[in-house]
């Protein structure tokens, strides 16, 4: 039987327009190399347009990014440290197309005052999840080296008397 692997990855940045377009690539790279290919569009998408409403709305430009990967569903998480951005107000057209795009979505407040915005994509029927092999369980079977440099004659042993073997069966 073979497991689906857990992966997690973080990432901090200073959101920027040019730094829209580097965060979705090394998003994409990472998904593609836990070989979650079927998934780097959403989540590209979701992740350019919350930084990019960051980006617009939000006086302090530091932005945390986390994703997770269960073996059933990625969750891409953007934490941003600006207590005064509104989620409800500032980024309500951003939202409506994460909550198109994405299986789920939340957003809550940390203890500092800063907002998490999260979303998750789950893994459809018949796409390839990642595997890991699990290892073989020991036998007791020992393997016997068979020699080959000797004739079948050999090997045999010599043949017994037509009548030896009815013999030493009774």
Same mark, same amino acid.
């Given at each position: ?34 070989d979650l290919d079927n998934l780097v569009?959403?989540?590209?998408? %979701? ?16 932005t945390s990014i986390e994703m997770w ?75 016997l080296n068979v020699p080959r440099d ?12 037509? %009548? ?7």
């Open positions: 039987m073979k497991t689906a692997v857990p992966c997690y990855y973080h990432l901090d940045v200073q959101v920027g327009p040019e730094r829209v377009g580097q965060v979705s690539r090394i998003l994409a790279a990472h998904l593609r190399y836990w569009e959403p989540v590209r998408r %979701g992740a350019e347009l919350l930084l990019r409403a960051i980006d617009a709305h939000a006086r302090n430009k530091r990967w269960n073996g059933q569903h990625l969750i891409t998480a953007l934490g941003g440290e600006d207590p005064d951005l509104r989620p409800d107000q500032d980024l309500r057209s951003c939202l409506a197309d994460i909550a198109a795009m994405s299986d789920g979505w939340g957003c809550c407040a940390t203890a500092t005052g800063s907002t998490i915005i999260w979303f998750s994509q789950r893994a459809r029927a018949g796409q390839r999840v990642p595997l890991v092999p699990l290892a073989p369980d020991p036998t007791l079977r020992t393997g000797e004739p079948v004659t050999v090997l045999a042993g010599p043949a017994p008397a037509p %009548g030896a073997t009815l013999e030493g069966s009774r």
